[in-house]
């Protein structure tokens, strides 16, 4: 049986610069950040939710060789 996807969870960007990213996408898009974990911050706008991951700053192993401008997408499934 396939898996179903439900939605959209989060998308991932990985960044320069945190706060270089904070201040554009709030500036110019109205985004409000947040610090869900120590050091780890999203960009929330309605229900949905954009986490940074800023390069060089490994807080998985799987993103450990991430580069700016690269991202990831995470969906809810059943």
């Known amino acids: 049986m396939p898996i179903t996807v439900q939605s959209l969870d989060h998308v ?9 990213t ?4 709030e500036r110019v ?3 409000q950040a947040r610090e869900f ?5 999203a960009l929330h706008f309605g229900s949905q939710k954009i986490n940074l991951h800023e ?3 490994v807080v998985d192993t799987n993103v450990r060789h991430a580069t700016a401008g690269s991202g990831d997408l995470c969906f809810l499934t059943r």
């Open 37 to 41: 974990k120590p050091g780890r911050h």
């Open 29 to 31: 898009l109205g985004m």
């Open 22 to 25: 904070i201040a554009f996408y």
């Open 12 to 20: 991932v960007l990985t960044v320069a610069s945190i706060p270089a």
């Open 55 to 57: 390069v060089g700053t």
